[in-house]
Antibody, heavy 119, light 107 residues
Framework: EVQLVESGGGLIQPGGSLRLSCAAS????????MSWVRQAPGKGLEWVSV???????YYADSVKGRFTISRDNSKNTLYLQMNSLRAEDTAVYYC?????????????WGQGTLVTVSS | DIQMTQSPSSLSASVGDRVTITCRAS??????LNWYQQKPGKAPKLLIY???SLQSGVPSRFSGSGSGTDFTLTISSLQPEDFATYYC?????????FGPGTKVDIK
């Protein structure tokens, strides 16, 4: 059974850093493309970042230069390193698995982890 | 980046109604369009991928159509469990984008 479990969220001051983790089971993170998607309170879904099976990474303009997506194949875990956090980064962060064939949507999602950026 | 719009932003409907939601892309995305359903406090759920393919386990009352820039999601007979927010998402570009969502609530 495919499962994604996020962790690492919490309350952080503006300018701070946080690393989110997404532990996967039932499949290998390196065999699918994986993304982070966030949702600010009461708002819609915003795609944040993707890492492809080959290792290529892409980011939304709103986080480029501040966030870094990575994976640890030995731990079968996806990460999101978030630096220089701003109030507008406050959101529930979901990790999502890209379906195969590629570009066929995100077929599994984690439960989400809440990041609150506030002083 | 490819911008996605949806209409309407919200609608009220009754059980048994036929519901249609429209999604438009700012440029052609071929059939690289996916639809999700999200209920409050829950993660999104993939309904339709590649514009018209039904995800495994999704009821057949959901269907999708379109290509290029214009797409629709149709619920043929609305059920109580279908009241939710629906999002389209393009996967044509390596920088994916979602539409703003359409909230379907009870009339």
């Amino acid at each position: 059974e495919v499962q994604l479990v996020e962790s690492g969220g919490g309350l952080i001051q503006p300018g701070g850093s946080l690393r989110l983790s997404c532990a996967a089971s039932g499949f290998t993170v390196s065999s699918n493309y994986m993304s982070w998607v966030r949702q600010a309170p009461g708002k819609g879904l915003e795609w944040v970042s993707v890492i492809y099976s080959g290792g290529s990474t892409y980011y939304a303009d709103s986080v480029k230069g501040r966030f870094t997506i990575s994976r640890d194949n030995s731990k079968n875990t996806l990460y999101l390193q978030m630096n220089s956090l701003r109030a507008e980064d406050t959101a529930v962060y979901y990790c999502a698995r890209g379906s195969i064939p590629a570009a066929a949507g995100f077929d599994y999602w984690g439960q989400g982890t809440l990041v609150t950026v506030s002083s | 980046d490819i911008q996605m719009t949806q209409s309407p932003s919200s609608l009220s409907a009754s059980v048994g109604d036929r519901v249609t939601i429209t999604c438009r892309a700012s440029q052609s995305i071929s059939s690289y369009l996916n639809w999700y359903q999200q209920k409050p406090g829950k993660a999104p759920k993939l309904l339709i991928y590649a514009a018209s393919s039904l995800q495994s386990g999704v009821p057949s009352r959901f269907s999708g159509s379109g290509s290029g820039t214009d797409f629709t999601l149709t619920i043929s007979s609305l059920q109580p469990e279908d009241f939710a927010t629906y999002y389209c998402q393009q996967s044509y570009s390596t920088r994916f984008t979602f539409g703003p969502g359409t909230k379907v609530d009870i009339k």
